[in-house]
């Protein structure tokens, strides 16, 4: 089994390997995007994790392993001074954690507490901001070159161009000589004026700021650079060697001792420092930090992705050192994503309100925008087939808003060999009939244009309390379920989860939690409750009773012929004729197979009674409005003391119970002489 989940492990990191190397290339090489940079984290997270598990498949070309691309030719090449190295990244508070705790494993001997340094690991938590990179080198304070990151050992040299930059200064306030890194930015603002500029001259539009930066500031024409009006954030010192005003050599300066000091002396030496960072005692100041920028981000006026978290003590961040391609005293800490990859494993049809008909994919779960998401909406078959989205492949989901997220895009460099593409079908169960597409329309709808409505009523049937008794699941939440296309057959109901319901209206955790709780509570039922849940036409709670009785199990009701049906008393031909046709249907008996996948039907014995009672092996039938008991209380005391109930009256039906406003089985009953007490008499037929 291991060899097996490790060769497919291996297939699954070949693909991912070269589909990340494709659009790193893109991304950092070419500043052009397929993807977004959010769906390529996506995809080097899934290979990081897949060769964490399977360490032994790691290359030394991986992706994971190296650091950008080739610097573009065309450009003079720089060799930088001090390597460039990228983060690892991780994207929830319990990756950040592991990372504080590798932390601790590392800079404390043999485990130690940290109360054992005089000075315990902290943190400082910086914007991380979405731009373009940039290595700056001074010469005794003057600017002598600016350069990309290329591979991290060697970039482009675009120092014409960063000179246009008005946050980045010439000259510094002392006359170092200092190597600092930073970022190179567009505001959103001046982004979308660069975009309406470039659509009315017919000219591409750039995708995002960070593009649109990248794209800037290798323009040939430094004109055309300074007219874009870029901006900058400068956040570390790479090397640094000093010269006093006076010219006399002295020994190179020694780095600020902290994160901290070195943000503020960049400042000191006149370089644009974003304002927004936090010293943090601890990992969990960070994440408050994280949680606070999450929602803040999106009104800065430039791109923020996360956050870079960083050991603040130096000589810590000397002891911890670095991996191959990153440095083991930092990670970016980045926000919730919008995008994901993840793998489609099934396609669904659900039915809305006015009869239209959507595809659903069911997703492989990923965290996506905070929650873990398992659907996204296909929309329809025009989409299906824009998308050529086929079952086993890997898909980007988006979500911006909606409660049920997108496919945007098909990535068929990662599909499966044994692939076909996907049809819509001719006919739906939800629909009780065929489809058709509006004429003029990309939609498909059901022919049966009251198919939507049985179905919600047979929804709030199934989860009633006489049925699968599910608390919480109500006919409001049922509704906005079927109306946000998360549920479109029984089945489906226990196969949701937290992340399918806490963005939903009026959800919270709390209420997601209480809901998925009481699902997995409702899985086990009786075979009465399970019939009574079907909605088989003609068949209440009495029927369901006599026929649970009867077959004592789910697969003898499903193989009896309707002549045996007629013959158990209280069921009559009319009922017969109902259950027989429901359970022949193909549509219902793929849903009950479906179906007992998620439940167990459990058996209900008998109790022996521990003394004759007056009800004991009798057959009653309710009629009318009972005022000092429930219908249901009167039904479960019948059974308790061992009489039976049904819903019809017949020469076999030893009592009719008859309460106020009695119908027309009081007529029936005085018809056949079968015996008529009212609600009095009832009870004391009890005691």
């Known amino acids: 089994m291991l060899n097996q989940q490790k060769i497919q492990a291996s297939e699954r990191i070949e693909k991912l390997r070269r589909v990340i190397d494709h659009h790193r290339y893109l991304y950092h090489v070419l500043d052009q995007e397929e993807i977004s940079a959010a769906a390529l984290d996506s995809l080097k997270h899934e290979l990081a994790e897949l060769e964490k598990r399977f360490p032994e498949l790691v290359t030394s070309d991986s992706p994971t392993q190296r650091v950008a691309g080739a610097p573009l030719p065309g450009f003079r090449k720089v060799t930088h001074q001090v390597t460039q190295w990228s983060f690892n990244d991780v994207f929830t508070p319990e990756e950040l954690r592991e990372f504080d705790a590798r932390v601790a494993r590392t800079v404390l001997k043999d485990g130690a507490p940290r109360t054992v340094l005089a000075t315990p690991p902290t943190y400082t938590a910086e914007l991380k901001i ?59 603002s001046e982004f979308q004026a660069l975009n309406d500029r470039r659509r009315a001259a017919g000219e591409p539009l750039f995708a995002n700021p960070r593009n649109a930066a990248a794209g800037t500031i290798r323009q040939l024409d430094a ?48 370089f644009k420092v974003n304002p927004h960072w936090e010293f943090c005692p601890d990992i969990e100041a960070v994440i408050r930090f994280w949680q606070k920028w999450q929602a803040r981000a999106p009104r800065e006026d430039y791109g923020i992705d996360g956050l870079a978290v960083k050991v603040n003590e130096r000589n810590l961040q000397e002891r911890l050192g670095y991996t191959g391609k990153a440095p083991r005293f930092a990670v970016a800490f980045k926000f919730k994503a919008e995008e994901a990859t993840t793998v489609l494993e099934n396609v ?58 997108d496919i945007v895009k ?39 244009p009251n198919s939507f409505a049985q179905l919600r009523r047979k929804f709030h049937h199934f989860a009633s309390k006489s049925a699968f008794d599910i608390r919480g699941l109500g006919r409001k939440v049922i509704d906005l379920l079927l109306d946000q296309k998360l549920i479109a057959s029984f089945p489906d109901i226990f196969t949701l989860k937290f992340g399918d319901l806490v963005d939903l209206p009026r959800f919270a955790a709390t209420s997601a939690t209480k809901l998925i709780k009481a699902i997995d509570q409702s899985r086990r039922v009786t075979l009465p409750r399970l019939i009574i849940a079907l909605s088989i036409p003609h068949v209440g709670e009495e029927t369901a009773d006599l026929l649970a009785g009867y077959f004592k199990t789910l697969d003898r009701l499903m193989k009896i012929p309707k002549v045996e049906l007629e013959v158990i008393e209280g069921v009559g031909p009319i009922i017969a004729q109902a259950v027989s046709v429901w359970l022949a249907d193909v549509d219902h008996r793929r849903m009950l197979d479906e179906l007992r996948k998620y439940i ?51 020469a076999k039906t030893d009592y009719l119970i008859a309460g106020a406003t009695p119908g027309t089985k009081y007529n029936e009953a005085e018809r056949l002489g079968v015996r008529i007490i009212n609600e009095a008499e009832f009870l004391q037929l009890l005691k």
């Open 130 to 188: 979405d731009g373009f990179k940039i290595v700056l080198t001074y010469e005794q304070g003057v600017l002598k070159t600016a350069a990309t990151r290329g591979d991290g050992r060697v970039g482009e040299e675009v120092t014409a161009n960063v000179r246009t930059i008005e946050s980045i200064p010439l000259r510094l306030t002392d006359p170092v000589s200092v190597v600092v890194e930073g970022e190179i930015w567009m505001s959103k």
């Open 600 to 650: 167990k039907i459990k058996r209900v014995e008998g109790k022996a009674l521990s003394r004759p009672t007056a009800l004991a092996g009798k057959t009653f039938v309710l009629t009318g409005v009972l005022t000092s008991l429930t219908r249901a209380a009167a039904k479960q005391k019948i059974k308790q003391l061992g009489g039976r109930v049904t819903n019809m009256v017949s």
């Open 348 to 405: 669904i049809f659900q039915v809305g309100r006015t009869g239209v008909v959507t595809p659903v994919a069911i997703l492989r779960p990923v965290l996506l925008a905070g929650s873990t998401v398992s659907r996204a909406t296909l929309h329809n078959e025009d989409e299906i087939r824009r998308l050529d989205v086929r079952l086993g492949d890997t898909v980007i989901v988006r979500k911006a808003g909606d409660i049920i997220p």
């Open 223 to 270: 004109r055309m650079v300074a007219a874009r009006r870029l901006d900058s954030f400068i956040y570390d010192i790479a090397w640094i060697q000093g010269e006093t005003l006076a010219g006399s050599k002295v020994s190179p300066l020694i780095l600020p001792a902290t994160q901290a000091d070195e943000l503020n002396r960049l400042k000191e030496l006149g």
């Open 410 to 448: 098909v990535l068929p460099e990662l599909r499966p060999a044994d692939t076909s593409p996907f049809f819509f079908p001719t006919y739906l169960e939800s629909c009780n009939g065929p489809l058709e597409r509006i004429p003029g329309q990309v939609a498909h709808r059901c022919v049966n």
